[in-house]
């Protein structure tokens, strides 16, 4: 069975939702999945501030276990999603990847797919760039890179993204449409697939 690592970081919960989608999707194509959030690094005075991060971080707490780099190097495929901060990835994203330097130097994320999916407040507001920047990650892993493309109709629906999905939230929680669901979904359901041959 194809091994899939879905690790993510969220703040208010649109990227928490995509990731869970790419989840299901790895899900459907017959893939063992783990759901992984990286660490929290906010400090509580800034996660209080905000209600629909307090929320966020209060829910998920006790629902999805924290990633490690042991998720990675158990995978056969792996997706990371992220806000973009600024066109890049997040903090604490970037501090998990920091945490790879070991599985990197041993070769234990070469050979393996490797997809990212985001979230911005804007249309326009870095989901390209920041998805972007990950495939440059990936390049130094040594990973096969597992974009969405325009290989199917529905990834018209969720905006055309061809690098990974991505959501414009509004500046509001958890509110990415059917069509991005359904969009992730199909992502998960690629990188398994492909993962599963880059396997074999």
């Known amino acids: 069975m194809t091994k899939i690592a879905v690790v993510y970081y969220s703040s208010t919960g649109n990227v928490h939702q995509l990731a869970a989608a790419v989840a299901q999707g790895a899900e459907e194509a017959g893939a063992e999945v783990r759901l992984r959030r990286v660490p929290e690094l906010a400090p ?27 998720d990675l190097e158990w995978a056969d495929g792996y997706a990371l999603g992220t806000p973009t901060r600024f066109g890049t990835p997040a903090a604490q994203m970037k501090q998990f990847i920091d945490t790879l330097g070991g599985l990197w130097f ?13 979230s911005a407040q804007n249309v326009h507001g870095g989901n390209e760039t920041t998805i972007l920047t990950l495939f440059n990650v990936f390049s130094h892993f040594g990973a096969v890179i597992v974009p969405p493309g325009y290989t199917d109709p529905l990834l018209f629906e969720a905006g055309g993204n ?12 958890a509110t990415a449409s059917e069509a991005e669901l359904a ?5 998960g359901r690629r990188l398994a697939e492909v993962s599963a041959k880059l396997a074999a």
Do not use: C, M
């Not at 061809?162 to 929680?173: F, I, Q, R, V």
């Open 44 to 70: 509580e005075e800034a996660i209080a501030s905000n209600p629909l991060w307090r929320a966020h971080v209060d829910a998920t707490a006790g629902e999805v276990q924290e990633a490690t780099p042991a």
């Open 106 to 118: 041993t070769g234990k994320l070469a050979n393996k797919g490797a997809t990212a999916f985001t």
């Open 162 to 173: 061809p690098y990974g999905t991505s959501n414009a939230s509004g500046g509001k929680s």
């Open 183 to 187: 969009a992730a979904r199909y992502q």
